[in-house]
T-cell receptor, first 110, second 112 residues
Framework: GQNIDQPTEMTATEGAIVQINCTYQ??????LFWYQQHAGEAPTFLSY????GLEEKGRFSSFLSRSKGYSYLLLKELQMKDSASYLC???????????FGKGTRLHILP | DSGVTQTPKHLITATGQRVTLRCSPR?????VYWYQQSLDQGLQFLIQ???????AKGNILERFSAQQFPDLHSELNLSSLELGDSALYFC???????????FGSGTRLTVV
């Protein structure tokens, strides 16, 4: 089975940098995803890591350490529109399904 | 528009009733996934279909069932509805899975 942990809530200031951590346990790791979800809306894909290291995409970066079962999402130059939930999700090797963590609700203060 | 279409967007029904939620995947995507998201809960994986066949099952209740048709659209059937079934139900589709899933806008089910 899988277990995914991430903080429930975080608060940061507009223009700042925030790091959202995610730890996971899985019997057969085959990739880690980060999604953004605004309240009442569909999750939207942010990033995908399958190998160790940092993937950068504009203001967002995601890091993976498979040996530690650890990932983080780094958001730079925070904007008010970044206020949302950020979901860490892991895919298992044996099938294609992706299991989501409960998400981290990020509040951005002006 | 993500390309994944879910209908209806909202549904209000009474306890004990049965409803059907519909999902059309993005053109070319063979896999369809159903998720339930209750208030303050994460996305709970229900079931996956690939090209018409069930491929993986999550914590789906026996009162719930799904299928994927030859044209690849999928339906999620929820029966003997209870108040606790009130939630957002998302459908997602994928091609190879490398870029994760693309989600539909969801169906908000309210059981009264």
């Amino acid at each position: 089975g899988q277990n995914i942990d991430q903080p429930t809530e975080m608060t940061a200031t507009e223009g700042a940098i925030v790091q959202i951590n995610c730890t996971y346990q899985t019997s057969g790791f085959n990739g880690l995803f980060w999604y953004q979800q605004h309240a009442g809306e569909a999750p939207t894909f942010l990033s995908y890591n399958v190998l160790d290291g940092l993937e950068e995409k504009g203001r967002f970066s995601s890091f993976l350490s498979r040996s530690k079962g650890y990932s983080y999402l780094l958001l730079k130059e925070l904007q008010m529109k970044d206020s949302a939930s950020y979901l860490c999700a892991v895919r298992e090797y044996r099938d294609d399904k992706i299991i989501f963590g409960k998400g981290t609700r990020l509040h951005i203060l002006p | 528009d993500s390309g994944v279409t879910q209908t209806p967007k909202h549904l209000i029904t009474a306890t004990g009733q049965r409803v059907t939620l519909r999902c059309s995947p993005r053109s070319g995507d063979l896999s369809v996934y159903w998720y339930q998201q209750s208030l303050d809960q994460g996305l709970q994986f229900l079931i996956q279909y690939y090209n018409g066949e069930e491929r993986a099952k999550g914590n789906i209740l026996e009162r719930f069932s799904a299928q994927q048709f030859p044209d690849l659209h999928s339906e999620l059937n929820l029966s003997s509805l209870e108040l606790g079934d009130s939630a957002l139900y998302f459908c997602a589709s994928s091609a190879s899975g490398v870029n994760g899933y693309t989600f539909g806008s969801g169906t908000r089910l309210t059981v009264v």
